[in-house]
Nanobody, 123 residues
Framework: QVELVESGGGLVQAGGSMRLACAPSQRTSEGYGLGWYRQAPGKEREFVAA????????YYADSVKGRFTVSKVNANNTVYLQMNSLKPEDTAVYYC????????????????WGKGTLVTVDS
């Protein structure tokens, strides 16, 4: 069983920035596509961003394009989500997700989930 260890999250003012990080507890020879989902109160969990196993290709939800950047450091198999120009509607619990590739993470085929970290954007 692979555990996804998340860090980051907290309270930020609207227009501010925040960075989330996530790393699998175990490495595999194939690696993982890694990404982020979020769930706002009263809403369904939605895709935010994903990165391919090698960290070359990235995928974004339309709502975060141009504001969020997902990246992966292969040396430590860690995925980052840099969030800029945050809006109150970005308030949600953010979940790290791992799948076989970036596209499968985007499509919702998730092998492992993190426990989630709360991001609150104060207006």
């Amino acid at each position: 069983q692979v555990e996804l260890v998340e860090s980051g999250g907290g309270l930020v003012q609207a227009g501010g920035s925040m960075r989330l990080a996530c790393a699998p507890s175990q490495r595999t020879s194939e690696g993982y596509g890694l990404g982020w989902y979020r769930q706002a109160p009263g809403k369904e969990r939605e895709f935010v961003a994903a990165v391919s196993r090698l960290g070359i290709n990235t995928y974004y939800a339309d709502s975060v394009k141009g504001r969020f950047t997902v990246s992966k450091v292969n040396a430590n198999n860690t995925v980052y989500l840099q969030m800029n120009s945050l809006k109150p509607e970005d308030t949600a619990v953010y979940y790290c997700a791992a799948g076989s590739s970036g596209p499968t993470v985007q499509a919702g085929s998730i092998n492992y989930w993190g426990k989630g970290t709360l991001v609150t954007v104060d207006s």
